[in-house]
């Protein structure tokens, strides 16, 4: 069965402490995997898409990575306001996105 | 400003009383689609639509109809709502599919009871 597994659950982290977030996967034929941000009472919102191995991608301080099983988001010197969930899906086939369970990150001053 | 718009944002019913969840979008694309989203089973796809008047069903579709007779517009309907459709519920768009990356409404938060 197809899965998306997020870790950590939960990260709690002080400004400027740098770290990543883990997702990893279990597709046939990845077509493609998403990060999403999640504020609180808000839909999420798209961060990026990476396609193959080895590929990244950058967004101010956040950077995301992807391998043959996982995908990392590092986020570099966090400040307060990318407090949020951050939610992984795969592109499994067809139209269909997997989401994974997200990790919910906070950083405090 | 580029965006999904859903309404209600709140709603509170009874069991089998039904309802329609509208939902917008005014970027002209034509991949759209329903999600709910629960605590420790994240978000789930209902239904999605290539186009209009093209449909089909996601990983829960039971007791959900949609329909997309306009490009802008896919509705989500509970013909006989219960209370294990209790739940966060949102709406995407993106230009012709997932691929793409989603375009996210605000979100309609159902509670039947």
């Known amino acids: 069965e197809d899965q998306v597994t997020q870790s950590p659950e939960a990260l709690r982290l002080q400004e400027g402490e740098s770290s990543s977030l883990n997702c990893s996967y279990t597709v046939s034929g990845l077509r493609g995997l998403f990060w999403y941000r999640q504020d609180p009472g808000k839909g999420p919102e798209f961060l990026f898409t990476l396609y193959s191995a080895g590929e990244e991608k950058e967004k101010e301080r956040l950077k995301a990575t992807l391998t043959k099983k996982e995908s990392f988001l590092h986020i570099t010197a966090p400040k307060p306001e990318d407090s949020a969930t951050y939610l992984c899906?795969?592109?499994?086939?067809?139209?269909?996105?997997?989401f994974g369970q997200g990790t919910r990150l906070t950083i405090n001053p | 400003e580029a965006q999904v718009t859903q309404n209600p944002r709140y709603l509170i019913t009874v069991t089998g009383k039904k309802l329609t969840v509208t939902c917008s979008q005014n970027?002209?694309?034509?991949?759209m689609s329903w999600y709910r989203q629960d605590p420790g089973l994240g978000l789930r796809q209902i239904y999605y639509?290539?186009?209009?008047?093209?449909?089909d069903k996601g990983d829960v579709p039971e007791g959900y109809k949609v329909s997309r007779k306009e490009k802008r517009n896919f509705p989500l309907i509970l013909e006989s709502p219960s209370p294990n459709q209790t739940s966060l519920y949102f709406c995407?768009?993106?230009?012709?599919?997932?691929?793409?990356?989603?375009?996210f409404g605000s979100g309609t938060r159902l509670t039947v009871v």
């Open positions: 899906a795969v592109h499994q086939g067809a139209q269909k996105l997997v």
């Open positions: 639509s290539m186009n209009v008047e093209v449909t």
């Open positions: 970027m002209n694309h034509e991949y």
């Open positions: 995407a768009s993106s230009y012709r599919g997932v691929a793409y990356g989603y375009t």
